[in-house]
């Protein structure tokens, strides 16, 4: 492989570019790296948070531990895709910690995430339904039979499995909704439970069949039913703007979808797949995608060899718009050009000031201090994996640093990370 | 509809901009590039750009707040039909109690939460816009909220939207993406906001700007690599360049919005928060013209009756903080404007919710705003389909009407269509009158205008503390202090605003002519009023001083001046016969020349030694110490000269015709004309 494929792979699968991970795909083919990088076994277990369950603690305090835990795991674990691919379906599944009860409810909903993101579509959807975090979130625990609450249905079906693409009708949301009653959480709300004397058994029609349908029957119908080929084509289309670029042509999601689809709606299958796409090694592909705020602090925080905790990454992601177990509605959050924005840029600002001090006061970097500016522009494009540097942030970033030689170190350090924050080969996911 | 979630994000939110005219844009500024640095188009030639010039708003451009009530706002439970029982027995237990909400008229009511809101409905500075709505629309968010952020005539559910109809507005400003005429508190620019060009910028709430130049002197080798790096275009995809010069405008913003951030932190609920900032940003008159505001948590499918009345808390509290942030300066220069992407079905679902619907109801609130009830309230017994109230009003006359009669853009253009419009913006036919000056500390510097329709104008250095929004009204006069004045109605009637205070009036009594002027006592405490026939009541330490009622005049009264020593007055005729009494003396009058044109009214010198009558014409007649400054009289005016007021050295004085038009002349400077607001009535007098 490449190095700049290897380069490539490893920046899309993480967050950051870990060089030891490059070197050891180099030698492999790309279906070997691919295998390389899917295979999460060489990293650490992810017990449970220390705290999660306290729940002496708020809510917030709770979720706030869960987040530093999870941005530290995506910064240092050798086969980051696994926190990546969770990151997306936390954005696919959306669930907001304000609606819990428990801040625990949060660390469930993504467990759920965890265990199933290499596994069966329909089996990781129906898990989310039924977690607390769902049912709150979209008030399924209070759906009753007579009156049913259709918010979780809607969703269900134009975010979770099918989109907005006219594949389902809104007496299907209507009736979708009946189906889903009785889905609820025990009395203090902690956990599932099915309420039989709040289901509605009568017969329902959804996607043309009328029958006594029940809530997690709709989920498989969509998936690997009446609109398997629909929902293959949504799940296809959104995981690969995730990894590779948005819009992605016709035939790529058709030929993806089949594999998809021929593989049981086998979630590690398509992941392989997508990265093993030589469409995904395009130059559209390598320039298509603006890093998410969670995945540029954790980025930064990797290059500077400062720790999520230290770095706070978590609390300065929130304040760039991305707070983990908070997303903004439903659909989760928006990306690229939502990213761009000018309170953003100064926010990234702040953040990468903030970081430049803890490297410093860290000592990760001493060697570059002594570097002249060619040199010290080679130092951070590595340690941070800005590829090859274009011309302007190259020269800009020199320029900074000759004309900061009559101040501290620190300042010239620091508006050198400020620059480095800044540019958009840093930017670029 | 769109393929995939993604799509209808990217269109809910900025879009990159892959259109023809957005690749020449590009293109056009890669060429400049080359050239000198363009300020405020979010590019910089290497090296420093020129100062970002500041670009005030004048009174005559209005600001538009819009608040979105994101996840569908119950509008049946906002604005009650609380008097058909056909509502309480539809909404079961989440109708609002008739006895608590608060009375609109018509059988309607306010939640009760709305009590700020109320007060200015009863104020006449609120306009309810009901049932409103989209014929086409489906019960999904995100398709909704696209229908209502892009706005234009030919949306349809799934079209690709790459802008919305605010950002349309600001394209036709020709807003650059370095300028602040949009503004948005949050880390992405929504939809409504985003035009082919033009872009709001999103803004933090409070806090200090650590960016742009008044970062420490050390950091300034930043500011100049952050513009190289932003300069030139990068073969690297599609979003390089657009992070490179984000990293630019972001200086530029940062320089050009310091005023409004003073680095105290805003304490309140995020929502009230951001309407506090949005408050000094206008504050600030940096040029802003568009500000969006959300207020999220309105999905409500359980709970409706306690979670909605913490939204209407919220919603209540954030708009007082607004007007409690707002400088009285620009009050009058902004309108509020709430929006959400639909109603709420009528029967409440098993959780005392109420799932997805339809028509809602839109409020548009300002002190230039005609309040009062508008569009048509949506019928109970005549629900569609799915159980939802029928929309009434397409939301985009709303639009047009904000477009069009607020903003002053070109409305078709901008929603691609023509709808209807709302008379929602003060306005009322005139008969041409005039009132004389207040001397004021800061006159040379600011002056009010008052329109027949009773809109208060303030120009300059001179703050606006509300509008009585009467017709018929025909004066204004400044308190002495400069903070506060009288409004005269020709019924008799008087509003006093700030310092300026009530003694009385002939509102309610019946009167044998018209007033048709006023003149404040110098001493603030007091005032006259004179009808045509020069009958003269005088209040608080105004005292009488002869009048002519007890004559029969050839032609009306129409102006009066008092003595600066408050003990006398003078009043003149429309054929410039000039009365004096009490203290104030004969200098002079017109009386016996044949004029071609009516004298409209009279100023005072500020010495009392002399006055200078004005005819329609903008002929000026100078007597005793009033000295000649120039006239209109030699110039072709489009419309009738109706007023005068002097400064307080009494070396120049400002002549206002009946579209609000000024002119200055000596000492006189000018600070804006309402030449472009004609819709809010005519101009009736002047005060300075």
Not at chain 2, 513 to 532: F, T
Not at chain 2, 675 to 683: E, I, N
């Amino acid at each position: 492989m490449r190095r700049d494929e290897a380069e490539h792979l490893v920046r899309r699968t993480g967050f950051g570019v870990d060089q030891v991970l490059v070197e050891a795909l180099l030698p492999l083919g790309r279906s070997a790296a691919v295998d390389v990088v899917t295979d999460f076994s060489p990293n650490p277990p992810a017990d449970a948070p220390a705290g999660i369950f306290d729940e002496q603690q708020t809510r917030w305090a709770q979720t706030k531990r869960l987040g530093a835990w999870w941005m530290e795991r995506m910064r240092s674990v050798p086969r980051p895709l696994e926190e990546k691919l969770v990151l997306y379906w936390h954005g696919h599944f959306a669930t907001n910690v304000d609606t819990h009860k428990y801040g625990w409810q949060a660390w469930e909903a993504h467990r759920v995430m965890r265990a199933g993101c290499m596994g069966n579509f329909g089996d990781l959807a129906r898990q989310v339904a039924l977690s607390s975090a769902m049912l709150l979130y979209l008030d399924n625990y209070r759906n009753k039979a007579g009156r049913p609450n259709e918010n979780f249905s809607r969703e269900l079906f134009e975010l979770h499995l099918l989109g907005s693409g006219g594949h389902y009708t809104e007496a299907d949301v209507t009736e979708s909704a009946r189906a889903w009653t009785g889905h609820h959480l025990d009395a203090e709300r902690r956990s599932y439970r099915f309420q039989p004397t709040q289901h509605d058994n009568g017969s329902k029609t959804i996607f043309g069949v009328t029958r006594n349908w029940d809530g997690p029957e709709v989920i498989g119908e969509a998936v690997a039913g009446r609109r398997r080929e629909a929902s293959a084509r949504y799940v296809v289309t959104r995981l690969w703007s995730f990894f590779g670029y948005p819009d992605p042509e016709p035939s790529l999601v058709e030929g993806l979808a089949a594999t998809y689809s021929d593989a049981n709606q086998d979630l590690a299958v398509l992941v392989r797949a997508i990265l093993n796409r030589p469409e995904f090694y395009s130059d559209r592909a390598r320039s298509a995608l603006v890093r998410s705020p969670v995945e540029l602090t954790a980025a930064l925080a990797k290059g500077g060899g400062i720790s999520a905790h230290r770095s706070q990454v978590y609390r300065w992601a929130a304040a760039m718009g991305q707070d983990l177990f908070r997303p903004p509605d439903p659909s989760g959050w928006s990306s690229q050009a939502a990213w761009i924005s000018t309170v953003g840029t100064w926010v990234r600002a702040d953040f990468a000031r903030q970081l430049a001090w803890r490297i410093f006061d860290g000592r990760t970097m001493e060697a570059v201090h002594q570097l002249g500016p060619e040199a010290a522009v080679d130092f951070l494009a590595d340690r941070f994996s800005l590829g090859v540097p274009s011309s302007q942030t190259r020269r800009a970033m020199e320029d900074c640093w000759r004309r900061g030689a009559q101040v501290h170190d620190f300042h010239r350090f620091r508006n050198a990370v400020v620059l480095t924050a800044l540019s958009p080969e840093m930017q670029l996911g | 509809m769109c393929d995939d979630l993604a799509d209808m994000r990217r269109q809910l939110s900025v879009q990159p901009d892959l259109s023809p005219a957005g690749r020449s844009r590009r293109r056009f500024l890669q060429y400049t590039a080359a050239g000198t640095a363009i300020a405020g188009l979010g590019l910089a030639a290497p090296g420093r750009a020129s100062a970002v010039a500041s670009s005030a708003t004048s009174p005559v451009d209005g600001v538009l707040v819009v608040i979105q009530l994101a996840g569908g706002n119950d509008g049946l439970n906002t604005v009650a039909p609380v008097e058909d029982g056909g509502y309480h027995s539809l909404r079961r237990g989440a109708a609002l109690d008739p006895e608590q909400a608060l009375a609109l008229g018509e059988g309607l009511a306010l939640h009760p939460s709305l009590t700020g809101l109320k007060a200015r409905y009863d104020r006449g500075e609120v306009a309810v816009i009901r049932g409103i709505g989209h014929a086409d629309a489906n019960l999904s968010h995100f398709d909704s909220m696209a229908f209502w952020q892009g706005g234009a005539a030919d949306i349809r559910a799934g079209h690709r939207l790459r802008d919305g109809w605010l950002g349309r507005y600001l394209d036709g400003l020709g807003a650059g993406t370095a300028g602040v005429e949009g503004v948005v508190f949050d880390t992405a620019v929504p939809l409504h906001l985003v035009g082919r060009r033009a872009r709001a910028v999103a803004l933090p709430t409070g806090g200090v700007l650590t960016f742009g130049s008044r970062i420490p002197s050390h950091e300034a080798p930043l500011n100049d690599a952050l513009r190289t790096m932003g300069a030139g275009e990068r073969t690297l995809g599609p979003w390089a360049d657009q992070l490179a010069r984000m990293n630019v405008t972001a200086m530029d913003e940062a320089d050009r919005l310091f005023p409004a951030y003073p680095g105290d932190e805003l304490v309140g609920s995020r929502f009230e928060v951001e309407l506090a900032q949005a408050a000094r940003l206008i504050n600030a008159d940096v040029g802003v013209r568009v500000l969006s505001v959300t207020l999220g948590g309105f999905d409500t499918h359980e709970g409706l009756a306690w979670s909605h009345a913490r939204l209407m808390d919220r919603l209540d509290a954030g708009i007082e903080r607004f007007y409690a942030e707002l400088d009285g300066v620009m009050a009058p220069r902004v309108a509020l404007m709430t929006f959400s992407e639909f109603g709420r079905r009528v029967v409440p679902n098993g959780s005392h919710g109420t799932d997805h619907g339809a028509a809602s109801v839109a409020f548009v609130i300002g002190s230039r705003v005609k309040g009062g009830l508008y569009g048509e309230q949506p019928s109970l017994s005549n629900l569609d389909g799915r159980g939802n109230l029928r929309p009434q009003v397409d939301f985009r006359s709303m639009y047009a009407t904000v477009l069009d009669r607020w903003l002053r853009a070109d409305a078709r253009e901008v929603l691609r269509g023509d709808f209807e419009q709302f008379d929602l913006f003060g306005s009322d036919p005139d008969r041409t009158t005039i009132v004389g000056p207040a001397p004021s500390p800061l006159a040379r510097h600011g002056y009010l205008m008052v329109t027949e329709a009773g809109g208060v104008h303030n120009f300059g250095r001179c703050a606006n503390f509300g509008s009585p929004w009467t017709p018929g009204t025909v004066a204004v006069r400044r308190h002495p202090s400069g903070d506060g004045y009288w409004v005269a109605g020709r019924d008799g009637g008087v509003f006093s605003y700030g310092d300026a205070g009530y003694f009385g009036s002939m509102g309610g009594r019946s009167l044998s002519r018209p007033v048709i002027d006023m003149a404040a006592a110098p001493d603030g405490e007091g005032y006259w009023l004179v009808a045509e026939d020069g009958g003269v009541f005088s209040f608080g330490s105004a005292g009488f001083h002869g009048s002519t009622g007890n004559l029969s005049l050839v032609e009306p009264v129409v102006g009066m001046a008092a003595h600066p020593d408050g003990r006398g007055y003078w009043f003149c005729a429309r054929d410039g016969g000039v009365f004096a009494y009490g203290s104030a003396g004969f200098y002079g009058s017109a009386g016996h020349i044949r004029l071609n044109r009516p004298v409209v009214g009279m100023t005072a010198h500020p010495s009392g030694r002399g006055y200078w009558l004005v005819c329609d014409d903008g002929g000026v007649f100078a007597f005793g110490a009033a000295g000649f400054h120039g006239s209109t009289g030699a110039i072709r005016l489009a419309e009738p000269i109706v007023g005068m007021a002097t400064t307080p050295s009494g070396r120049g004085y400002w002549l206002v015709a009946r579209d609000g038009g000024v002119f200055a002349f000596g000492d006189a400077t000018f600070q804006g004309s309402l030449g472009a607001v004609a819709q809010t009535g005519d101009v009736r007098g002047i005060a300075a």
